[in-house]
């Protein structure tokens, strides 16, 4: 009894990061039980806006003024993309797809509301987006809602190894740079981040593929390669995760080095700023050893520029994934997007970019106020 | 320092070193300064790299090189030899000629839409930094609004319906991917230019034209232009690069003219190959690599140009 009472009062004292843990006991105990992704996403969603605005309630209304115009906009802008392609016929033969009739075409007209001025028609597709029915495609034979569900969570995964890979590597070679900075330490990680960031990841995943899995190059007798791991073709997590995990090796790597490069030079600059500071030198007066002043005392205060740009650099994110994914054969929102365009599935297309940019748009959203309710700094302002 | 020199007894010979230690120190610092702004031979480097480039691109017509277009029998997904100093590609193209030819159209695709960033974008941000207010509030909700669809998503989505591949002309589709490029740079060179512009336009040189009597359009040209530069071409440089890999990422999905020769359709068609011919990507990819590595590296160097310039004062 008393022990609940001490954590509702934790809970009242620091309600952002009460309710962050809750987020994402929704989201894991979600999955678990097997609750739809998009309600956990939604649930754990509310939760934090709801413990950022117990934190600092007028920063979350600003962002929210920003966020509502930037969602009808970005929503109006993809609707506009598919209704741009012609008069009520045309788009109605698009959505029938290749066989359609003229009987057929009227059909459609009446029931898409074709033939209503475009203001309606937007907020029409707009109730109907929300409500999760973006149209069937007519080339797949299946509604395009669940063609999206079923790629985005290997999308989500391609991402998610690749955060954590870049990170595992930025991490350390950030910090090791900045204990070094400007000496030949300094200079070699330098460089080599420099050239990492210079390599498109697609440049990088045909060259990862060529050694890693076909083999290499043969010139005569030598040959520099191998075939470790496997190039294409997805497994999921449940069927074998050894497996799962070897398919998504080379993906994630061409998709992380880019980012960690990225991570590892913000960190160092930062790094070198911390260990400049006063209480680096105490500590060093102190005789605390290099190691421990490195890890212990400068890592968390120059990290903060790093999780914002974490945050914000999904969007570089999702693009290199979508090509990676098509370039590995991964059936994720890349792969689709790149069939569909092909394939003039336009229906498809449209469906792709509106969940790809309100997804952007929530994260970012989100970041901001995970941002507010977890730097130390920005809470304490308030109090 | 000056403590302990006013503490020791003033005899002749003591000044004369402490003299020749402040002295050396200040040289020290001197030559550390010009050493930090020199530009090192890595810079000349890729600058050397980049006017090559160009220069083969351009006068790609005048060289010595095979037809790009040209099939040659018998030598299909040979490598590098005498006579194709790249190899062959899986149809006979000769290799080296289409990496130079396709240079052209991967360079002037980006460089047209880093222009017409730089162009827009510097205007955007000059007018939003300075007059500030509503308009500023107004300008930065677009931007962002704009930078709210990933980049490469927000391209391909635009030249995907309005030129779609196969029922749009080659010509439509190329206009159409570097206007979409060029959305793609205004936001970011926007940004720059606008937070350059803060700083710049609260400075006292600023404030002594404007007590001066001058115009504002007269003292953003000639006081606030000047001074955002470097950071604009910094930054500049580097979306280009990032451009670069844009426009080779839209070939891979198939739309925007995928008919002609660039780096990224090279890679996208000889990536099936890549067992066979790895030199098919390897070589265009390359190019494409030290081209980018170039422009970071130079938008790095003229970026700490600039701030030395800036604590140097």
């Known amino acids: ?383 | 320092m000056s403590g302990l020199e006013t503490a020791l007894p003033p005899s002749s010979s003591e000044r004369v070193t402490v003299n020749v230690d402040a002295e050396a120190a200040i040289l020290a610092e001197a030559e550390e300064t010009y050493q930090a702004r020199k530009l090192g031979f890595w810079f000349w480097a890729s600058a050397g790299w980049l006017v090559l480039l160009v220069l083969s691109a351009v006068f790609a017509d005048l060289l010595p090189l095979k037809d790009p277009t040209a099939t040659f029998r018998g030598v299909a997904r040979d490598g590098p030899s005498a006579a194709h100093w790249f190899g062959a590609d899986n149809i006979g193209h000769d290799v080296f000629s289409r990496t130079i030819y396709g240079a052209r159209r991967s360079l002037a695709v980006a460089t047209v839409a880093t222009l017409v960033g730089f162009t827009v974008g510097g205007i955007v941000g000059l007018v939003s930094g300075f007059y500030r207010r509503t308009l500023d509030d107004a300008i930065v909700a677009v931007l962002d609004i704009m930078l709210a669809i990933p980049g490469l998503v927000l391209a391909l989505a635009l030249v995907a319906f309005f030129a779609p591949p196969g029922t749009a002309s080659p010509t439509a589709q190329t206009v159409w991917a570097t206007f979409a490029l060029s959305i793609l740079a205004v936001p970011t060179i926007a940004r720059v230019a606008r937070a350059q512009t803060m700083v710049w336009a609260d400075r006292d040189f600023v404030l002594a034209s404007r007590t001066l009597g001058t115009r504002n359009l007269r003292i953003i040209v000639r006081e606030v232009l000047p001074n955002i530069l470097p950071a604009m071409v910094s930054i500049a440089f580097i979306g280009l690069a990032a451009l670069i890999v844009v426009e080779a990422a839209l070939a891979f999905f198939g739309v925007g003219d995928v008919s002609g020769v660039s780096w990224g359709i090279m890679i996208q068609n000889g990536r099936s190959q890549v067992d066979r011919a790895p030199h098919m990507v390897l070589f265009p990819a390359l190019f494409m690599f030290m081209t980018i590595l170039s422009l970071n590296f130079i938008g790095d160097q003229v970026r700490t140009l600039f701030d030395v310039r800036e604590s140097g004062i």
Do not use: C
């Open chain 1, 1 to 383: 009894m008393r022990r609940l009472r001490t954590l509702t009062n934790a809970a009242r004292h620091n309600p952002g990061l009460t309710t962050t843990a809750g987020a994402l006991v929704v989201l894991v105990g979600g999955w678990l039980v097997g609750l739809p992704m998009l309600w956990a996403f939604l649930g754990a969603f509310a939760l934090i806006v709801v413990g950022a605005s117990a934190v600092n309630g007028r920063y979350v209304r600003r962002r929210l003024l920003i966020l509502v115009p930037t969602l009808v906009l970005v929503t109006a802008f993809t609707f506009y993309l598919q209704n741009s392609r012609g008069d009520a016929r045309d788009l109605a033969f698009n959505i029938l797809g290749p066989g359609g009739t003229e009987a057929g075409v009227d059909e459609i007209v009446q029931e898409f509301h074709l033939d209503e001025p475009l203001h309606t028609r937007y907020l029409l597709w707009l109730s109907d987006a929300v409500r999760g029915d973006l149209g069937r495609s007519a080339i797949q034979g299946q509604p395009v809602s669940e063609v999206i569900a079923n790629a985005a969570p290997v999308s989500l995964q391609l991402m998610l190894y690749a955060q954590v890979l870049a990170l595992a590597v930025a991490v350390p070679a950030g910090v090791y740079a900045a204990y070094k900075a400007n000496r030949r330490g300094d200079r070699v990680a330098s460089t080599v981040a420099l050239a990492a960031l210079s390599i498109p990841n697609f440049v990088l995943a045909v060259v990862l593929i060529l050694f890693f899995a076909l083999g290499g190059i043969r010139t005569g007798d030598t040959s520099i390669g191998s075939t470790w791991l496997p190039a294409a073709r997805y497994v999921p997590f449940g069927e074998d995760p050894v497996e799962h995990f070897r398919h998504m090796a080379l993906p994630a790597i061409a998709l992380a080095l880019g980012q960690a490069a990225g991570y590892m030079r913000i960190l160092r600059s930062d790094m070198i700023g911390t260990l400049q500071e006063n209480f680096i030198t105490t500590a060093k007066a102190k005789g605390v050893s290099d190691r421990r002043i490195l890890w212990a005392h400068a890592l968390r205060p120059s990290s903060f520029t790093l999780l914002t740009v974490f945050g914000v650099n999904t969007a570089t994110l999702v693009g290199g994934a979508l090509i990676i994914e098509t370039l590995f054969t991964l059936p994720g929102l890349g792969t689709v997007l790149g069939t569909a365009i092909f394939q003039k599935d336009f229906l498809v297309v449209q469906g792709v970019v509106l969940v790809v940019a309100v997804g952007f748009v929530l994260v970012n959203f989100l970041v901001d106020l995970l941002y507010a309710v977890l730097d130390p700094r920005v809470r304490h302002v308030r109090a």
